[in-house]
């Protein structure tokens, strides 16, 4: 049901647009046309939810930034549910400031005036209020799936969006094929889809296991036996986010020597503003393949301190074979880190640009989009996610009935034993 109402918000147009007049509002590719395949075309459709659930993400992260950077938010992280309800509500407040910028920017800069049926001070005014009620909306049906329902509902929805348009896109890819009687190279391209699904999955899923012994430990009058456990570092442990920061980035060079070449009537500018507004070019390729690398590096950095988790593992009592406690165990797990995050940078880099190489193949821009990028990793990390979290419900169900007192509903009861 909440998936239903998003998207129906999705297709609800503000009021005082005329339909007919709009025009694609969105470039092929660049930063807007990632923004519309997240929000599943509400960009394009000049929807109340047209920035959906963006706003809420980029609030996120930037109190994420702030819990490294300012110890007021880091004091707050480890305050436990209290200082989690604290940042939640702050996050809560930038998402409304966030979403306000964002929209005003939105109405003035995308929509063009000849599809303005109203005052434009009452359109622009009215308009940034109703898509910032529509984000908080997005948030707040994004909370209910997550307390009410199984996995993330932020991610739920965002996931939502890209598939609402992955049926789209292979009927226009089958079209086309289909009218150039190329059947069994579309064929192909769906073999290809699936092998490229499960590279995404093996990168997600790899994992580096470092052992962990535990010493033994004296709870009251027993003495626990040491364990030994592994502690995960994940080959792509800084997941999309390298991507939608290289994507962003790309995009400012293109404008800018855009304005360049339109100012200064220079042949030079001209063609390198071709060349950064062409995804398939081998140039644009290689600085994004740069780019996505060094913030893989960057967002690894910020996201796991081995110092913490050398503090954590001595004070319960772990220990890595082999190596001391304390400053050598953080050494030791910061060189393995940078072991794993090349390849994995390299690794996203490749996935990164694969929807370009798809559309040098002729394959349509909605259906090549499916091929890689911010879209294919959020589906698979989405899927794997809430796939675990049922097995992990389906285990606890298990559990549960095996006890032998209380009413479990859904539970077989064997009159043999007793309740």
Not at 77 to 88: A, D, F, I, M, T
Request: proline letters at 4%; charged letters at 10%; glycine letters at 10%.
């Amino acid at each position: 049901m909440i998936i239903l109402i998003f998207r129906i918000g999705s297709h609800v147009v503000l009021p005082g647009v005329d339909v007919a007049k709009l025009k694609d509002l969105t470039q092929t590719n660049g930063l807007l046309g990632l923004l519309n395949t997240l929000v599943g075309g509400a960009f394009q459709n000049a929807s109340v939810m047209a920035l959906g659930i963006m706003p809420y993400i980029s609030a996120s992260i930037a109190i994420q930034l702030l819990t490294l950077a300012l110890p007021y938010f880091s004091k707050l992280q480890k305050e436990g549910e209290s200082g989690r309800r604290k940042l939640n509500q702050i996050t809560r407040w930038l998402t409304i400031i966030v979403a306000a910028a964002q929209a005003l920017t939105y109405v003035r800069a995308t929509i063009p005036t000849d599809a303005i049926t109203i005052s434009q001070g009452l359109f622009y005014f009215s308009s940034v209020i109703l898509i910032v009620s529509g984000t908080v909306m997005c948030m707040w049906l994004g909370e209910r799936m997550t307390e009410k329902g199984v996995g993330n509902g932020i991610s739920m929805m965002i996931m939502i969006g890209i598939v609402s348009r992955f049926p789209g896109a292979i009927i226009g890819e089958a079209q086309s094929r289909g009218g150039n009687g190329q059947i069994l190279f579309f064929v192909l391209e769906l073999v290809a889809l699936f092998l490229v699904v499960l590279f995404a999955v093996a990168i997600t899923q790899a994992t580096r296991r470092i052992p962990v012994q535990y010493a033994k430990q004296i709870v009251g009058n027993k003495v626990v036996t040491g364990q030994r456990q592994y502690l995960p570092l994940k080959l792509n442990i800084a997941g999309v986010m390298p991507i939608i920061f290289g994507q962003a980035l790309m995009f400012i060079p293109g404008l800018v020597l855009t304005y360049l070449a339109e100012s200064t009537k220079s042949d030079t500018f001209q063609s390198w503003a071709i060349i950064m507004n062409s995804p398939t070019s081998w140039q644009y390729c290689l600085i994004y393949a740069i780019l996505i690398i060094g913030f893989t590096f960057f967002y690894t950095a910020i996201s796991i301190n081995p110092n913490q988790i050398a503090d954590d593992m001595k004070r319960g009592g772990g220990f890595i074979p082999g190596v001391k406690p304390g400053q050598p165990t953080s050494d030791f797990v910061a060189n393995i880190l940078d072991r794993i995050t090349l390849p994995g940078g390299v690794l996203l880099a490749v996935i990164a640009i694969l929807p370009a190489f798809a559309g040098l193949l002729g394959m349509t821009q909605g259906f090549a989009s499916f091929f890689g990028g911010t879209s294919l990793l959020i589906l698979v990390g989405v899927v794997l996610d809430t796939l675990q979290q049922i097995e992990s419900y389906l285990l606890m169900k298990r559990y549960e009935g095996l006890m032998q007192s209380g009413r479990i509903q859904g539970r077989q009861i064997d009159a043999n034993v007793p309740a």
